[in-house]
């Protein structure tokens, strides 16, 4: 008998360690999903700052030229 409760105690702290697994990995799905969408958005912002930064060199360069 003690076997026995041993055994379903031992079972359902399975089941509640397997449901805090699945638990966790989505967390972690939704943590790498959101690290995929920061780094398209760091992306984004060195582009556009890549442009500016040419932008700025070709305005100084013709201003050299002026001055």
Same mark, same amino acid.
């Given at each position: 008998? #003690?076997?026995?409760?041993? %055994?379903?105690? /031992? =079972?359902? #702290?399975?089941? &509640?360690?397997?449901?805090?697994? %699945? ?12 690290? %995929?969408? =920061? %780094?398209?958005?760091?992306? !984004?912002?060195? #582009?556009?700052?890549?442009? &500016?930064?040419?932008?700025? /060199? ?5 201003? /050299? !030229?002026?001055?």
């Amino acid at each position: 008998m #003690r076997n026995e409760t041993l %055994e379903k105690t /031992s =079972l359902g #702290r399975i089941e &509640q360690m397997k449901r805090r697994v %699945e638990e966790l990995e989505m967390e972690l799905q939704n943590y790498e999903m959101r690290i %995929e969408f =920061l %780094e398209a958005k760091l992306a !984004d912002y060195l #582009r556009i700052l890549t442009v &500016q930064a040419n932008i700025l /060199s070709v305005k100084y360069e013709l201003e /050299s !030229d002026w001055g």
